[in-house]
């Protein structure tokens, strides 16, 4: 049983920066991937970005690319995902999501996922 807590979120200038954590509890991160979702309103839930925490593979959104960078963070059972040159359009609620695997990828979509934290909101300004 995995808990889920995303911090970092806020509001940002567009061209700013910001940092997203996903720390668990409750269990390690080993054999999950961990994946970054957003969502607004109008619109299903996206993909943003994905690490699987044994490989160390990481998956990117085309949205993503090039801008953000999910890693494993120096702090014990935490990813990060940190985003620079931000746009009007990543405003959304982020969410982070845990997947059990064996393997060394990531799923790209979100029913997929077993765990989930509450969401951070994401606003950039312009």
């Known amino acids: 049983q995995v808990q889920l807590v995303e911090s970092g979120g806020g509001l940002v200038q567009a061209g700013g920066s910001l940092r997203l954590s996903c720390a668990a509890s409750?269990?390690?991160?080993?054999?999950?991937?961990i994946t970054w979702f957003r969502q607004v309103p109008e619109n299903s839930r996206e993909f943003v970005a994905a690490?699987?925490?044994?490989?160390?593979?990481?998956y990117y959104a085309d949205s993503a690319k090039g801008r953000f960078t999910i890693s494993r963070a120096s702090r014990e059972n935490t990813v990060d995902l940190q985003m620079n040159s931000l746009k009007s359009e990543d405003t959304a609620v982020y969410y982070c999501?845990?997947?059990?695997?064996?393997?060394?990828?990531?799923?790209?979509?979100?029913?997929?996922?077993?765990?989930w934290g509450q969401g951070t909101q994401v606003t950039v300004s312009s």
């Open positions: 690490i699987n925490w044994n490989s160390g593979n990481t």
């Open positions: 999501a845990a997947d059990y695997t064996t393997g060394g990828g990531a799923s790209r979509w979100y029913a997929e996922y077993d765990y």
């Open positions: 409750g269990r390690t991160f080993s054999s999950y991937a």
